[in-house]
């Protein structure tokens, strides 16, 4: 069958679209299901059977739901265009030029990969979301529709045989890259163990402790817990840290697992993930700028994550993509070099003036001593005192984020910018990529003469602002006019 033609996805497809529907649901039926439990209206035989019932049919309506969008859901290529026509109750059209389409990615979950088949993606620049998605297809007709989406824009998919484009696949994909890399497994656990995943897991507990509160038995609960000692308790809340961090680690490393970066041309693939496995392809001419981000974990053993801010791609504000999970700080330059020539220079950086480290501290003192006081308000117990030397690890970290801030211009051509929020990061924008930038003064950095300077890139759907803070007046003036002056003498 030719692209032009208009086709179905795998019948696959059906039963997900079916699950995905059963999946929103599920959260609201299990509250009702367990509230129904707890207010005891579920004592007599015929509630159960009503509410059993009820339930069986939800299901089978949601996957005969699933059939019907899978049976109206069909896509093609021609005319140069994706054409994509989905709808139940209200018919939709897409038409997709290909010169906008941006990447074309592959998903594989775990179900996917059970059926042989892949969920595609297909994103353009500026877009909010993907413009279009396949649920399921499978792994060969994935690769002809990318094929012809991404390389085959001048060419009328209408005169194009099957057997053309597989033979074009075939020896696209006999095409040596021009470069590879592969993270190694002892790398992905140290990625693991220094990823923060512990802070996720938590958030997680929170998130499901916050669902289940209104039913947990307290008094029952304090209870049990009077009949053990503090000591007891420190190990019990050690262990379930523990616990946190061994799912943060394995949560990295089935995301990570198989990290996979090529290059081939002016595109790089980056394939990860044991347990969902993905297929992001990233066009060199939409990067706009690098980061290299050193973690406070890794700071110490000289580790680095490098990530890439590109035009048009990722969902969310300043959305960013792991270009090399972990790599060595004195290595990471010339890795960059071989896939983004041009992108990050050796240079030195300009500290920030010494007035500025005042400011730095004091942001953190205050929020210390806004936990302590409402610590102190809450308890009188004599340990209260003790939490005044929060003051200590805020004055710490503040001075962490002065000594991190830094900036510096190389060649008229490459902006660096340094900063910490946590992890101390350092971005390199070439000047043609930065859309425009501004200097920020608060009242106190009037006093004493520093400003904030703040680069805007295209990234994601709104951008990304990359920013130092708290540096002089006139270092801040001339960042400005370096933009600005080299504009008007391209121009």
């Not at 949560?251 to 990860?272: A, P, S």
């Not at 994550?305 to 999970?325: H, I, M, S, W």
């Not at 983004?340 to 220079?345: E, K, Y």
């Amino acid at each position: 069958m030719k692209m032009s033609e208009p086709r179905r996805m795998h019948p696959i497809a059906a039963l997900l679209s079916g699950l995905r529907a059963l999946r929103e649901m599920l959260l609201p039926l299990t509250i009702l299901f367990i509230s129904s439990v707890f207010r005891g209206d579920m004592n007599e035989g015929k509630d159960l059977l009503w509410r059993l019932g009820s339930a069986g049919v939800i299901v089978v309506g949601t996957l005969l739901w699933g059939i019907l969008v899978w049976s109206r859901y069909r896509y093609s290529v021609e005319e140069g265009e994706l054409r994509v026509e989905h709808g139940v109750l209200i018919k939709k059209r897409n038409f997709i030029a290909k010169q906008r389409i941006q990447t074309v990615d592959f998903t594989e979950p775990l179900l996917h990969r059970l059926f042989g088949v892949v969920k595609v993606t297909v994103e353009t620049a500026g877009g909010e979301k993907p413009e279009a998605m396949l649920t399921a297809v499978t792994r060969e007709e994935a690769e002809r529709l990318k094929q012809e989406l991404m390389f085959n824009r001048n060419t009328n998919a209408d005169i194009v045989s099957e057997e053309e484009m597989k033979t074009d696949a075939k020896v696209r994909a006999e095409v040596e890259p021009d470069f590879t890399y592969q993270l190694p497994v002892k790398q992905l656990v140290i990625y693991g163990a220094t990823s923060g995943g512990l802070g996720v897991v938590l958030s997680l507990f929170a998130a499901g402790f916050s669902q289940i509160s209104d039913v947990l038995p307290y008094e029952r609960i304090f209870a049990f817990f009077n009949h053990f000692v503090i000591s007891a308790l420190l190990i019990l809340a050690f262990l379930v840290l523990l616990v946190a961090w061994f799912l943060g680690v394995a949560g990295v490393m089935l995301k990570y697992g198989g990290f996979t970066l090529t290059k081939t041309g002016d595109k790089l693939l980056i394939t990860r993930g044991w347990l969902e496995r993905r297929q992001l392809t990233v066009s060199i001419n939409r990067v706009q700028a690098v980061r290299i981000t050193e973690g406070l974990l890794r700071q110490p053993f000289g580790l680095v994550t490098v990530q890439v801010d590109t035009a048009g791609y990722g969902a969310a504000k300043g959305e960013t993509t792991v270009l090399f999970p972990l790599l060595r700080r004195n290595e990471a330059i010339m890795m960059i070099e071989r896939v983004l020539p041009g992108f990050c220079v050796q240079t030195d950086l300009q500290p920030l003036p010494r007035r500025a480290a005042g400011y730095y501290m004091l942001r953190w003192v205050m929020i210390a001593l806004v936990a302590y006081l409402a610590i102190f308000l809450w308890t009188t117990d004599p340990w209260r005192y003790g939490i005044f030397l929060l003051i200590l690890p805020a004055v710490l970290f503040g001075w962490l984020q002065y000594r991190a801030g830094g900036f510096a211009i190389h060649g008229h051509k490459t902006l660096v910018l340094r900063s910490r929020c946590i992890a101390r990061t350092t971005s390199f924008i070439p000047r043609r990529r930065i859309q425009f930038a501004y200097l920020r003064r608060m009242p106190w950095q009037r006093l004493a003469r520093l400003t904030s300077y703040v680069a805007v890139i295209v990234s994601g759907k709104s951008g990304a602002k990359l920013a130092v803070h708290h540096i002089e007046e006139t270092d801040g003036q001339h960042l400005y006019d370096w933009i600005r002056t080299d504009r008007k003498r391209e121009e």
